[in-house]
């Protein structure tokens, strides 16, 4: 079975740094961006950025880039999604979905359940 | 960066009925890269259509999308039950990739 396995949610203080994690298990790892997307409580869906597991090339969202950043671990089939220094406003769920390299029509097409982070003094 | 519209906000509808919901980008897209998600309260994004109208696997027929430009629609021909929920179109062509606001589709 296909799945992206997201790490439990997490409470933080404000200034704290945080590594999250979505683990791909059921399909070749390096064959699929990992995104990651941010939803604010009651609110829309926020496209953070991108990794390509194959060579670790990423790209983000302009609003997002500096405060987060992304990451692989090939030999566990790990993707990771960190801050070096946690806002209040940072406080959402945050998912990871897969797109493939190839295929380029395709969308994401599984997601992780999504981790939540809460940042709060 | 591309920002997409989605209307009508709130659509009230019953099972049965037919809905079209809309999606409206900033500049013209390439509409092999338009999705269009679902989303049901505690869960995670669904894909539905991917490429403006390519259904994704396991979605229903009576799910359809069409466009072209900066027009594009999600067309669910007759409603059940479990189609009452949010609904969001992506654009992914351009990066960085953006999200519409979403319709909710209630009864």
């Known amino acids: 079975e296909v799945q992206l396995v997201q790490s439990g949610a997490v409470m933080k203080k404000p200034g704290e740094s945080l590594m999250i994690s979505c683990k791909a298990s059921g399909y070749k790892f390096t064959s699929y961006y990992i995104n990651w997307v941010r939803q604010m409580p009651g609110k829309g869906l926020e496209w953070l950025g991108a990794?390509?597991?194959?060579?670790?090339?990423?790209t983000y969202n302009p609003s997002f880039r500096g405060h987060v950043s992304v990451s692989v671990d090939r030999s566990v089939s790990t993707a990771f999604l960190q801050w070096r220094s946690l806002k209040v406003s940072d406080s959402a769920l945050y998912y990871c979905a897969r797109r493939p390299v190839s295929g380029a029509r395709m969308a994401m097409d599984v997601w992780g359940k999504g981790t939540t982070v809460s940042v709060s003094s | 960066e591309v920002v997409l519209t989605q209307s009508p906000g709130t659509l009230s509808l019953s099972p049965g009925e037919r809905a079209t919901l809309s999606c409206r980008a900033s500049q013209p897209l390439n509409s092999d890269f338009l999705a269009w998600y679902q989303q049901k309260p505690g869960q995670a994004p669904r894909l539905l259509l991917f490429g403006a109208s390519f259904r994704a696997i396991g979605v229903p027929d009576r799910f359809s999308g069409g466009g072209s430009g900066t027009e594009f629609s999600l067309t669910i021909s007759w409603l059940e039950p479990e189609d009452f929920a949010l609904y969001y179109c992506q654009q992914y062509g351009d990066s960085p990739f953006t999200f519409g606001p979403g319709t909710k589709l209630e009864i």
């Open positions: 990794i390509a597991p194959f060579d670790s090339s990423n």
